[in-house]
Nanobody, 121 residues
Framework: VQLQASGGGLVQAGDSLRLSCAAS????????MGWFRQAPGKEREFVAV????????YYADSVKGRFTISRDNAKNMVYLQMNRLKPEDTAVYYC???????????????WGQGTQVTVSS
């Protein structure tokens, strides 16, 4: 499955963005879908994950209550709604597909190319 993330941009603190992850080549149903991010000089970190049916979601503590992950299997899409953005949310955001809803990057087999999110103070 090929993944392509989009929707990033430059926003101010407090603004909202919605990231999208489009899949091609194979249906996303059956995959857990995760969002990760990587800031310059830092390791890639877990943001959120959603199970294949959408009934299970997990979030990093740093985004809980501000970000919402969702999916539309019929459209082969996954979304990350990001509200009340902070400068520390600045990073390249990646979507990933894996067999189970894990928090470690190693459990994901397929990755998108990333989309830049920059939050100014």
């Amino acid at each position: 499955v090929q993944l392509q993330a989009s929707g990033g941009g430059l926003v101010q603190a407090g603004d909202s963005l919605r990231l999208s992850c489009a899949a091609s080549g194979r249906t996303l149903s059956g995959y857990a879908m995760g969002w990760f991010r990587q800031a310059p000089g830092k390791e890639r970190e877990f943001v959120a994950v959603i199970g294949w049916s959408g009934s299970v979601t997990y979030y990093a503590d740093s985004v809980k209550g501000r970000f919402t992950i969702s999916r539309d299997n019929a459209k082969n899409m996954v979304y990350l709604q990001m509200n009340r953005l902070k400068p520390e949310d600045t990073a390249v955001y990646y979507c990933a597909a894996g067999a189970a809803p894990g928090r470690r990057p190693q459990v994901y087999d397929h990755w998108g190319q990333g989309t830049q999110v920059t939050v100014s103070s």
